[in-house]
């Protein structure tokens, strides 16, 4: 029997040796078969089809949005039945296999990082266009040629944003509702 932590580091590598893209699956998969040589295993004894009832907690509406689509993505829309139990406040059910369930929990940590960046660089620029600062604020122009290439990035992200939203007042509210 394999213990916990063993089971999971080989489950991660097989999702990952599975699913993962270039360089990333060719790695998972030489440190997978290294692990199973060095435990004296095969893929044949990881094998398991049984499905258990899994519990998966998430925050807010967005993370619940994303979770449920990440449920959809690895189990098909045929499979892919997600239960709301009175008490699991939260949290959303679902019968999977032990690897369908690391499969959705790898990709619901690895979407969420990417929305938790997108999210900053949209606030950011929600916050320039509707010009969210005291009348005293400093004002600065960038020099683009003295960003490193991940803040440009950036920069551009938030300008793009920022361009695609509508400057709006609170007196623009006043009166949509008058």
Do not use: W
């Amino acid at each position: 029997m394999l213990d916990e932590q063993l089971k999971s580091r080989i489950q991660k590598l097989r999702a990952l040796a599975d699913r993962g893209e270039g360089g990333e699956k060719e790695t998972a998969q030489k440190k997978l078969a290294k692990l199973l040589a060095d435990n004296d295993l095969t893929e044949a004894d990881l094998d398991s089809d049984a499905t258990n009832y899994y519990l998966i907690k998430y925050n807010g509406k967005y993370e619940k949005r994303l979770l449920l689509q990440c449920i959809y993505r690895i189990m098909g829309a045929e499979r892919a039945i997600i239960y709301h139990s009175k008490g699991t406040r939260n949290k959303v059910g679902i019968y999977c296999t032990s690897a369908e369930k690391l499969e959705i929990d790898l990709d619901f940590e690895f979407y969420m990082s990417l929305l938790d960046d997108e999210i900053e660089n949209l606030i950011t620029g929600f916050i320039q266009k509707q010009e969210l600062f005291p009348d005293d604020a400093p004002t600065e122009t960038v020099d683009m040629s003295k960003l490193s290439p991940e803040e440009l990035e950036k920069f551009l992200k938030v300008n793009q944003y920022k361009n695609s939203m509508s400057k709006r007042s609170r007196v623009d509210l006043i009166e949509s509702k008058s």
